[in-house]
């Protein structure tokens, strides 16, 4: 296949859009941190440009930027072993974005069920950024030569939508320049559901502030929306199985096995039996135990924002290293005349 010619590098982003949820923490950036001791280049990206696909109050992006990053180098991305960056200090991003909408069909985009979810009804008013979102996150990956995506489950489509792109590229254009991208989609919270409603994932942009957990949330607000979970009467069951058609109840298994590193069948096993009052109580004093180093490494990271905006700059020229040659190539590649 092609992408055993291309050096194994991750590449994966996060949006700026209002606080971080532990669906981030568990889906995307605990398996982030875990593959900075794998066999790869690591390179993660603050996608301000995706953010600004709906509405954003240019002090709370701002804001949001350096929130983000605090969250991500407290949770244990490293800026010595990773290369930590805000998409808009990158332009070749964005440059790239653009062969890619020249190379995405219109029907392919048609497909993209995030696509068709956001815009709901109101499809005609929303920006013709949302619609485009997926060539630009394909263009983040690419430009990177990354071969490896790791992502929640919400966003496989995407990263399938760039093999299709960079296998498009790579025929019209008879070069095999592009890695054809593999998602890592691993370990049970890849999809961290909304503590109110468990058909709908935990988001950022929910209406009640319930229904997730916030990585700045104080013990006491942690532990009062776990105890206002929605769950079902039953207790416990004894097998993972017997929690089929019990999403809520399935949701905060998964949760805890993602907070304590293990399976839902171990947690399964050691609570086969056990009521809410007792589960509950038991997750919200994990869920503190692990999240509190992490929002007070936050805020103490948001007391010096300089230091953060230097950190995204050091990286951003990392990014620049690898992304703008692969742009360059590109370029070339389509024919465009560079005289300069
Ligand atoms: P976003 O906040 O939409 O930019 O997402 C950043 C990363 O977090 C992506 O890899 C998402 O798939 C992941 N993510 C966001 N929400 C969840 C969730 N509820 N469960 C699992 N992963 C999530
Ligand atoms: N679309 C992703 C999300 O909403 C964020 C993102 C942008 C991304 N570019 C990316 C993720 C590149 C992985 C790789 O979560």
């Not at 996608?47 to 954003?56: N, P, R, Y």
């Not at 916030?214 to 004894?238: G, H, S, V, W, Y």
């Not at 590193?261 to 039996?273: C, F």
Request: charged share 25%.
């Amino acid at each position: 296949m092609a992408e055993t010619n291309f050096t194994p590098r991750v590449f994966s982003g996060v949006k700026p859009s209002g606080g971080i949820t532990l669906g981030n923490y568990l889906g995307a950036f605990k398996r982030w941190v875990s593959m900075q001791d794998e066999a790869y280049e690591n390179t993660y990206c603050v996608v301000d440009l995706h953010a600004i696909t709906v509405w954003q109050d240019p002090d709370a992006l701002r804001h949001a930027t350096r929130e983000t990053t605090a969250a991500l180098l407290a949770s244990g991305i490293d800026p010595a072993r990773s290369t930590l960056f805000n998409q808009s200090q990158v332009p070749a991003h964005a440059e790239l974005g653009w062969i890619f909408n020249c190379v995405a069909r219109v029907g392919w985009m048609n497909r993209m069920t995030q696509f068709k979810d956001k815009a709901g009804k109101n499809a005609e008013k929303v920006s013709l950024g949302l619609y485009g979102y997926p060539a630009l996150m394909a263009a983040d990956i690419l430009v990177h030569h990354a071969t490896h995506v790791p992502v929640g489950e919400d966003q496989k489509q995407h990263v399938e939508l760039t093999r299709d792109i960079a296998a498009k590229f790579n025929h019209d254009y008879k070069v095999d320049f592009f890695p054809i991208a593999e998602p890592v989609i691993e370990g049970p919270g890849t999809r961290v559901m909304n503590l109110r409603d468990g058909s709908k994932k935990m988001s950022k942009s929910g209406e009640s502030d319930m229904e997730r957990i916030n990585m700045t949330d104080d013990a006491d607000l942690i532990a009062k929306k776990f105890k206002k979970a929605r769950t079902d009467p039953e207790p416990l069951p004894e097998t993972l199985e017997a929690l089929d058609g019990r999403a809520e109840a399935r949701n905060l298994v998964d949760i805890y096995a993602g907070l304590s590193d293990t399976t839902p069948e171990a947690v399964i096993a050691e609570y086969a039996g056990a009521g809410w009052g007792r589960f509950k109580p038991a997750l919200a004093d994990l869920a503190v135990a692990k999240l509190a180093p992490i929002s007070s490494e936050m805020s103490r990271l948001m007391d010096d924002p300089g230091e953060i905006d230097r950190i995204l700059a050091a990286g951003a020229e990392k990014a620049e290293a690898v992304a703008q040659p692969i742009l360059e190539k590109t370029y070339d590649i389509v024919g465009l005349v560079r005289g300069r």
